[in-house]
């Protein structure tokens, strides 16, 4: 039988998620804890998600959490979270996933100290875990509740789950593999879908760090973002912070000036470098300034400037065209540039991306090189790529206009790959050889640019080298290009 002082603080627990995590702290973790001003918000937000589950209520919303590492999460949101709600619902079944198998059963290990501790039965003698049920990966308790923890990489038989915790989906090296990213996101697309014991119930929380603009967190916030509240907790103010009042909470700028302080935070930067830093610790898949290729590189006009700048100058507009030809939205875009190079600066007059099949983009180019000042002396640049000349045949007979095929570009003595080509253009950009006439494409381009190679697209990047490419091929540059 529970004495009195325990049941008085069994009941403060069960009300209150962070006076758990106070009371349970160092059953886990021998280091005396520093609570940051996040950790009872976080706190506060999932104890709000298990009341409505408990309530067996219509969700509110999912739940997507950008937070740098060593702030708490995976202690919060993995291990006891779900300890904790045994308490207020031990029918409820948890589901919890991890880029690896390994990292997942690592957090439900520690969750099942916390319940088989002596304070958690002295306090919460109702929850009890079966003898003939009680693994690494899946335990129950006697009253059906059931945790299971996997690896994206494993199964998740036909268990359904109340709750589905995602903690850190992908790791910092595979996020860089388009083929991993992929499939991660599909795993979890088909986690979510069919793993849930109601759709309208079952909440989904995931939290990570960001780590490419197509990771999973990426990939949610493309979707429909309704149902989903983004908690977005960047090292330091970066004007990004949310929900937006949060931003109050920030002390001299930072998220946690203890732990993550300007000195740790320096230290940070240099380890994990530019690219590094902005996905972990400031939840940007890029750098803010831009990774490879700056912001502040770019130049602008408007067009009027444009036309007083070369008055009497031979303007030719020529095309870059990157197909995809697909509509398909997780794929490649097909992307179209109108540039033109005088007196050694080369002149972006448009850009633009659209996901269409063959025949929509026909009429896309022909209206696009149209509005774009097409003149017979103009050239439209279409890279053979496996499909090669059957499409530049087709755009030739359809559109009427000077279809060229274009070799792949290649660096001298470099790997040909995009991203040796963009370090090839760096200098010529930097240079502010490279001006862009203001326009509505101005964002999306600089946006795509400058978060290149951690950016879902990189079709209209792939234009501008080859753009850049051919404006100074005949010049001999120090870029070392050439045609093969």
């Not at 993550?260 to 610790?281: D, F, I, P």
């Amino acid at each position: 039988m529970k004495h009195e002082p325990n049941e008085i603080r069994a009941e403060l627990c069960r009300r209150d998620f962070f006076f758990f995590v106070k009371e349970f702290w160092d059953v886990i973790i021998p280091e005396p804890p520093i609570y940051n001003w996040h950790i009872p918000y976080l706190c506060k937000e999932l104890q709000q998600i298990a009341e409505q589950v408990k309530r067996r209520e219509p969700k509110l919303h999912d739940l997507l959490i950008n937070i740098p590492p060593g702030t708490t999460k995976t202690t919060i949101c993995s291990i006891m979270y779900p300890a904790w709600v045994w308490t207020i619902d031990p029918t409820q079944r948890i589901l919890t996933t991890s880029y690896s198998s390994t990292l997942a059963e690592k957090s439900a290990v520690k969750s099942k100290d916390i319940i088989k501790s002596q304070k958690y039965r002295d306090y919460f003698d109702y929850v009890e875990i079966r003898n003939d049920i009680d693994n690494r990966s899946n335990f129950q308790n006697t009253k059906g509740g059931e945790r299971l923890a996997l690896g994206l990489g494993g199964a998740a038989l036909g268990n359904h789950a109340h709750q589905i915790i995602n903690d850190d989906p992908l790791n910092i090296t595979e996020a860089q593999s388009d083929l991993v990213r992929r499939n991660t996101n599909e795993r979890i697309d088909t986690i979510t879908s069919t793993r849930k014991v109601d759709k309208e119930i079952t909440p989904v929380i995931t939290i990570m760090q960001r780590l490419h603009e197509d990771d999973t967190a990426g990939h949610i916030l493309s979707r429909d973002t309704d149902k989903l509240k983004h908690i977005n907790l960047p090292a330091e103010d970066n004007g990004k912070v949310k929900p937006s009042f949060l931003k109050t909470k920030y002390k001299d700028g930072l998220l946690d000036n203890l732990r993550l302080n300007r000195a740790v935070l320096k230290e940070m930067l240099s380890t994990l470098g530019s690219y590094g830093y902005a996905g972990q610790m400031q939840q940007e898949p890029a750098p803010s300034d831009g990774g490879m290729i700056k912001n502040d590189w770019f130049v602008y006009i408007n067009f009027e400037e444009f036309k007083t700048k070369t008055i009497g100058k031979n303007v030719v507009w020529n095309f870059e065209v990157d197909g995809a030809f697909t509509s398909k939205k997780e794929n490649a875009q097909s992307a179209i540039l109108a540039w033109c190079y005088v007196d050694n600066i080369m002149y972006i007059r448009e850009v633009t991306g659209v996901w269409e099949e063959l025949p929509e983009f026909i009429n896309t180019l022909k209206s696009f090189a149209l509005r774009n000042e097409y003149s017979n002396a103009s050239r439209i640049n279409v890279e053979a790529k496996a499909t090669g000349l059957p499409i530049i045949h087709t755009l030739r007979r359809s559109t009427g206009l000077n279809v060229i095929e274009d070799k792949m570009v290649t660096t001298t003595g470099i790997a040909n790959d995009k991203i040796s080509r963009v370090h090839a253009a760096v200098p010529f950009i930097e240079g502010r050889r490279l001006v862009l006439i203001k326009g509505d494409w101005n964002e999306s381009f600089v946006h795509q640019c400058c978060v290149f190679p951690k950016g879902k697209l990189k079709d209209k990047v792939d234009c501008l080298t080859a753009a850049i490419h051919k404006a100074v091929e005949d010049k001999n540059t120090v870029m070392g290009w050439s045609i093969g």
